[in-house]
Nanobody
Framework: QVQLAESGGGSVQAGGSLRVSCAAS????????MGWFRQAPGKERDFVAG????????NYADFVKGRFTVYRENAKNTVYLQMNSLKPEDTGVYYC????????????????????WGQGTQVTVSS
């Protein structure tokens, strides 16, 4: 497993932008697809976006397409989620997660596919 630590959450008004980051503790990061999930109070943890180990492939949930961008810097063991045009319904705790398998060609999208999780960072969007 790899240790993950998110940062960059906060409060913003609707229409604003935030970037959250996730730093990994191990060089194995460069071999793993990474995902971002979010969880609102009383709701399940939902997939938001993911990126393959090589950055050649990305996936987005329909509710963030065109607004959020996931990217990574393997040299820094860091993955980012740039969030633009934020809406109040984007409020929640955002978690990054690392794939269980190395060099997976496709971007996984389910919680069970990810073996390591960060502690989460709160994002609050006010109307």
């Amino acid at each position: 497993q790899v240790q993950l630590a998110e940062s960059g959450g906060g409060s913003v008004q609707a229409g604003g932008s935030l970037r959250v980051s996730c730093a990994a503790s191990s060089w194995i990061f460069s071999r793993l697809a990474m995902g971002w999930f979010r969880q609102a109070p009383g709701k399940e943890r939902d997939f938001v976006a993911g990126i393959s180990w090589s950055s050649s492939s990305t996936n987005y949930a329909d509710f963030v397409k065109g607004r959020f961008t996931v990217y990574r810097e393997n040299a820094k063991n860091t993955v980012y989620l740039q969030m633009n045009s934020l809406k109040p319904e984007d409020t929640g705790v955002y978690y990054c997660a690392a794939d269980r398998a190395e060099f997976r060609p496709l971007v996984p999208m389910t919680v069970a596919d990810f073996g390591s999780w960060g502690q989460g960072t709160q994002v609050t969007v006010s109307s």
